[in-house]
C-alpha cells in the first residue's frame, strides 16, 4: 500500500484539461444557467428517433464526451419518457414509428415539450414526402422548437437547446 501511495504522489496529474475555445465556454455557461433557472439544476431529455439515419444521434452521443459533457450542465439523456421533461426528436415522422412516439409522447409527465432535431422531422428539403413518411412531426405534436441541420453538429444542438430554453 506504501509503495502504491508513494508511485501515485511522484507520478502527479497526467491527464489534460480539455482545450474549450471561449465561445463554447460562454455557451455551456447559458445554458447552465438556463438548466437552472428553468428546471431547478436538472433537464432530463428522452431522445426518440423516428426513422433517422443515425448521424443526429451520433452527433448527440458527442454530447455525453468529456470535450461538451452536458451533463456536468445539468442536462441527462434518460431511458424512460416517465422521468423526462423533453422529447427530442430525430428522424422522419414514418407510418410504423408514428404510434410509438405518440406513446412516448403520451408518457412524458406534464409539464412537457418536444424538441425536433435535424431535418427529417421537419421534412425539409431533400425529405420529400414518401410511401413511409406521412407528415412532419409538426402534424403529430407540438414541437417547442426545431435545431435544424443534417445533421446538426454539437455546438449547433448546444445552441439550439439554449434557443429552447430561453423561449420557454
Ligand atoms: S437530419 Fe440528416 S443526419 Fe439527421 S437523421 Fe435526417 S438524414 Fe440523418
Redesign the pocket.
Known sequence: MIRFWNKRLKTGILTEAPDIDEELAALRKSLKDEVKKKFAGSLAIRMV?S???????A?CNALSNPYYDLERLGIYFVASPRHADVMLL???MTFNMTPHVLDAYAQIPEPKWVVT?????AMQAP?EKTFAVNAPATEHLPVAHHIP????APDAIIRGLLAFLKKI
Not at 51 to 57: I, L, V
Not at 117 to 121: A, E, N, T
Not at 149 to 152: A, D, K
Request: with cysteine.
Open positions: 428517433d426513422g433517422s439515419c443515425n448521424a443526429c444521434e452527433e430525430s428522424g422522419l432535431l435535424g431535418d427529417c422531422p425529405f441541420g443534417c445533421p446538426p
